[in-house]
């Protein structure tokens, strides 16, 4: 109950900018459960709020203001793409809620002016979903959250198994930042391996849930996700050659647990091969046809959020009976773009997310000497005394992760999905970081 005390506590102060972050990002996961999926556009006027003080940051000179003339330019490029779209309406309004969703949740991020404004309002939400969601697991409620979606996992109150993986991968990871920050914050105190543990336990074991509820989800792109994420962490977190223990260790458990125990092996089958003959090949024909059509026009793209009626199961049905808006799942996002703006559209909306990548990896290779601390020596030095080092390599992590993410899920062109406004506003607050206007 303390835990959960103090992530509210973060409302009642910093303008209630915690509060902001949560109702946007709660809203937004309103997307992907069943019953609540319309209280998405209560998001509206927040958004229509901080979209309409872009004047502001526009004329900034900060890394802000790049990023959001990129987005600006990608808008444009977008509703260019009107001219020649077979749904020229649903390209502008499509055009506009992107506009809407990327400007507004880039400010939010950039105004926050410290890793716990978003570190604990995902949790908030992240408990109160998790918590719903260990009631569906005892309970059998709704009576198709084995059973609906794909059929190959638990999906809870989430429209699909792979939404309630996506909303683990994109809350899960704030557990090891908020872990890490605690640690950097005791460490002049020269604590104890049992202090430590106690001063993240709640963290640890909400975590470990989460990962259960991610590995009954069996969603491959999240887990792939989380994985590459905690790689890609843990590699800037600790020494390289505790690393590699903790790797070897790691794999050896597993390895071990896959060859002895029946149930853990077919629980692994379960996941990566899904009653496929071989991996993905479920996927196989929609990547195909994405492939497909984004060779069709590729230059200038069939007109955003339009899908190419000649690669895809919607060419099987008689023209007569073939709508325009109806869209295709295409699986990639990158191969999504190119096929609805071309590749001069995703060149443009690349522009903020290279700039940003690049930025975080020249960050993270500027390394300090490694120094024993007590029970920290496995954690390097910059962890331990440097916190802006471990925003830094979260950001790392978390934001490539989600890259590979938006490359098996396509959510980078689903303007109305859970996942954008988390990824915005991510990269709203890497922004701050670069200016060094946090803290």
């Known amino acids: 109950m303390y835990y959960f005390m103090e992530i509210i506590r973060v409302f009642f102060s910093h303008n209630y900018h915690g509060l902001i972050i949560f109702n946007v990002l709660l809203f937004a996961t309103c997307q992907s459960l069943i019953f609540i999926d319309e209280a998405y556009f209560a998001i509206f006027p927040i958004f229509l709020y901080f979209a309409l003080k872009i004047k502001k940051y526009l004329l900034f000179k900060s890394s802000v203001q790049l990023i959001l003339y990129s987005v600006l330019g990608f808008t444009f490029w977008c509703a260019i793409t009107g001219f020649w779209s077979p749904t020229p309406s649903e390209t502008y309004s499509r055009a506009f809620w992107y506009l809407l969703v990327a400007v507004a949740s880039i400010i939010i991020g950039y105004r926050s002016t410290s890793g716990t404004l978003i570190i604990k309002p995902i949790l908030l939400i992240n ?10 697991l005892a309970t059998s409620i709704p009576i198709d959250a084995w059973t609906g979606g794909n059929q190959f996992g638990f999906k809870a109150f989430f429209v699909h198994q792979n939404s309630l993986g996506a909303f683990i991968a994109f809350t899960l990871p704030f557990y090891v930042y908020s872990g890490f920050t605690n640690i950097s914050s005791i460490f002049h105190s020269k604590p104890k391996c049992l202090l430590i543990i106690r001063q993240n336990f709640w963290q640890i074991i909400l975590f470990l849930i989460n990962f259960s509820m991610l590995f009954l989800s069996r969603s491959r792109g999240s887990l792939l996700s989380v994985f590459i994420f905690i790689l890609i962490f843990s590699f800037y977190a600790l020494k390289l050659r505790s690393l590699i223990i903790l790797s070897l260790t790691i794999v050896a458990i597993l390895g071990g647990l896959y060859s002895i125990n029946d149930y853990f092996k ?8 899904k009653n496929e003959i071989s991996i993905g090949a479920n996927r196989y024909n929609l990547i195909k046809q994405s492939i497909a ?35 295709r799942e295409k699986m990639i996002s990158t191969l999504a773009l190119v096929e609805e703006v071309g590749i001069i559209g995703l060149f443009i909306f690349l522009i903020p997310i290279v700039y940003l990548i690049n930025f975080l990896l020249k960050e993270t290779t500027k390394r300090k000497q490694s120094k024993k601390s007590g029970c920290l020596r496995f954690i390097r030095y910059d962890f331990i005394h440097d916190r802006r080092f471990i925003d830094i390599a979260f950001l790392s992590g978390y934001i490539l992760s989600l890259i590979v993410h938006a490359q098996i899920e396509s959510w980078w062109v689903g303007v109305a999905s859970t996942q954008l406004p988390f990824f915005y506003i991510t990269i709203g607050f890497c922004a701050r970081i670069k200016d060094n206007l946090y803290l």
């Open 293 to 327: 059509s984004a060779k069709e026009n590729y230059w200038f793209g069939i007109g955003y959020g339009a899908s190419h009626f000649g690669y895809s199961s919607l060419s099987d049905r008689p023209a007569k009976n073939y709508n325009p808006t109806e869209r």
């Open 127 to 136: 408990i109160i979903i998790i918590v719903t969601t260990i009631f569906s």
């Open 266 to 273: 077919g629980s692994v089958n379960g996941i990566i091969y």
